[in-house]
T-cell receptor
């Protein structure tokens, strides 16, 4: 079973910041938080990952709470092409090469 | 730098036929993972391979399914005697390292298998 919980769906207006929450209350100290997205019928696309510090790249920012029990993916200026299912995945360094996928959040960007 | 490549993108088979799905990892990646996605569901891990070795096939059905990653050439996921329940999207991912690393897995576009 996935170690994360996410809201099933969210809407966001085009041009605004999209904030996608993820709860991972049972995360252990050596486990990372990964985010992928899947645009309809395409392969999953890697977005960002982090351990405990906030991370930013050209696609998004990842904010991880101090207790690491939750995180938020931020798409700073959402466009229609960001409409996708977003998956938050927890994985460690031992045997967790098996990415365990939950249901994700269906993000719909509205014009 | 080419990404993960999969072919064919779409495959139609009749019940009882064989399906062969191919995956070429990203350049420099020697670890390959296969996942299956049923309609309206998340991806499910099937098998993890390194060159010439199967590391973990715990997610793969015991019968009819096999996978290989030869020294030369792409990784192959083979499904013998396909049934309608095998209809799904099959995704391949690759990474530079696998076990005991958190190297990012990068995914291909998938092969959509339809069994008539």
């Amino acid at each position: 079973d996935a170690k994360t919980t996410q809201p099933p769906s969210m809407d966001c207006a085009e041009g605004r910041a999209a904030n996608l929450p993820c709860n991972h209350s049972t995360i252990s100290g050596n486990e990372y938080v990964y985010w992928y997205r899947q645009i309809h019928s395409q392969g999953p696309q890697y977005i960002i990952h982090g351990l405990k510090n906030n991370e930013t790249n050209e696609m998004a920012s990842l904010i991880i709470t101090e207790d690491r029990k939750s995180s938020t993916l931020i798409l700073p200026h959402a466009t229609l092409r960001d409409t996708a299912v977003y998956y938050c995945i927890v994985r460690g360094m031992d045997s967790n090469y098996q990415l365990i996928w939950g249901a994700g959040t269906k993000l719909i960007i509205k014009p | 730098n080419a990404g993960v490549m999969q072919n064919p993108r779409h495959l139609v088979r009749r019940r009882g036929q064989e399906a062969r799905l191919r995956c070429s990892p990203m350049k420099g990646h020697s670890h390959v993972y296969w996942y299956r996605q049923l309609p309206e569901e998340g991806l499910k891990f099937m098998v993890y391979l390194q060159k010439e070795n199967i590391i973990d096939e715990s997610g793969m059905p015991k019968e009819r399914f096999s996978a290989e990653f030869p020294k030369e050439g792409p990784s192959i996921l083979r499904i013998q005697q396909v049934v309608r329940g095998d209809s799904a999207a099959y995704f391949c991912a690759s990474s530079p390292r696998g076990l005991y690393s958190t190297d990012t897995q990068y995914f291909g576009p998938g092969t959509r298998l339809t069994v008539l």
